[in-house]
């Protein structure tokens, strides 16, 4: 494929990708982000605290990503409501969302057709990701964590990066020694990994270091 076909095919995907996160998001409710925001710090009872509305994403990447305990896995509920129809994009999109990868990326280079080269830093390995802000403003040796779909032969972020700004990881496993002892492609599977990445990027400001190209297309959710 040239550059432009696989640009093209991906802001595609991207677009189906951002509208059944937010499908997800509808199906769950409300409910369920604040719960995680308050796992997070970002709320108390049912005011939410934010510095920044990319804080309020990574409640939002839990609620998706997560399941809390008793219920039923949210994609699994996205799934019954949308019954999505097989072989589709959407379908593809759902599937690798079900597999998506959570670990802690490098920046090692740039791709030689479009997009970037990532070092899975846990599991070892690399990754084609296509993002058009990170190509655009990122540069090699940046360190981050994420979570990684992988429609294609290329690879995209769920919706969110959190910096590794120093002190992150410290609170990591500050506030969750048990992690320390989980081998490292073991801590990619781990929930509390991702939870606690999540903790210690609010506890440090680690967001205000990522910038949006663009404003959300949706507006944040009003909790009374």
Do not use: C
């Given at each position: 494929m040239t550059r432009r076909e696989i640009l093209t095919r991906y802001r595609h995907l991207r677009q189906i990708s951002k509208e059944q996160?937010?499908?997800?998001?509808?199906?769950?409710?409300?409910?369920?982000?604040?719960?995680?925001?308050?796992?997070?710090?970002?709320?108390?009872?049912?005011?939410?605290l934010l510095e920044s509305e990319l804080d309020l994403l990574l409640a939002e990447d839990l609620a998706i990503y997560l399941a809390r305990p008793g219920r039923s896995h949210p994609l699994d509920r996205y799934a019954r409501a949308?019954?999505?129809?097989p072989g589709s994009d959407p379908a593809i999109l759902l599937e690798t969302m079900r597999q998506a990868q959570f670990s802690l990326w490098r920046l090692e280079r740039r791709h030689e057709i479009t997009g970037l080269i990532l070092r899975d830093l846990l599991r070892g390995g690399e990754a084609w990701l296509l993002d058009?802000?990170?190509?655009?403003?990122?540069?090699?040796?940046?360190?981050?964590?994420a979570r990684l779909l992988q429609p294609a032969a290329f690879?995209?972020?769920?919706?969110?990066?959190?910096?590794?700004?120093?002190?992150v990881m410290e609170q990591v496993f500050a506030r969750t020694p048990a992690l320390r002892r989980v081998p490292d492609d073991a801590l990619t599977r781990d929930p509390?990994?991702?939870i606690g990445i999540y903790q210690?990027?609010?506890a440090t400001g680690a967001m205000n270091a990522v910038?949006?190209?663009?404003?959300r297309s949706?507006?944040?959710?009003?909790?009374?």
């Open positions: 996160h937010q499908a997800v998001l509808d199906v769950i409710g409300l409910n369920a982000v604040l719960t995680w925001a308050k796992r997070l710090g970002l709320a108390q009872g049912r005011t939410l949308a019954r999505l129809a058009e802000t990170l190509t655009k403003t990122a540069r090699p040796g940046l360190e981050f964590a690879a995209m972020t769920a919706r969110i990066i959190v910096p590794l700004i120093p002190g509390q990994f991702a210690a990027a609010v910038r949006l190209k663009r404003k949706w507006g944040l959710p009003s909790y009374p």
